[in-house]
């Protein structure tokens, strides 16, 4: 992941505070028992502009597990962004934006 005095102070800012407030205990609670109702991708496949975004250096989540949905959004863009980890629109907010500025012209294209 891309570490700068950019992204520590955009971290600071945008998703530390974010943890800071958080109740631990009641979140602690809903990742103990939430289970969803439905598979997302157990049902026809979704149709509309996708966007699927990863971290080459996402700690969290593996990129290459995302790849695995392409076949349930056929129309999808999918990009691995390197250098980045799961704070993509922090460590890589040029390409990040420009991707889902795409995305949301093909949306509204589709409007």
Do not use: C, K
Not at 83 to 102: C, K, R, Y
């Amino acid at each position: 992941m891309l570490q700068s005095p950019e992204t520590a102070r955009r971290f600071r800012e945008e998703i530390l505070v974010g943890l800071d407030a958080a109740n631990t205990e009641a979140l602690a609670r809903i990742r103990n028992n939430w289970r969803l109702s439905e598979h997302p991708e157990g049902n026809e496949p979704f149709a509309r502009p996708t966007l699927i975004l990863t971290g080459r250096q996402d700690e969290f989540f593996g990129y290459l597990d995302q790849f695995a949905l392409l076949a349930h959004y056929p129309r999808a863009s999918f990009a691995v962004l390197d250098v980045a980890g799961h704070n993509l629109q922090i460590e890589q907010p040029h390409l990040f934006n420009t991707l889902m500025l795409e995305w949301l012209d093909r949306v509204e294209a589709e409007s």
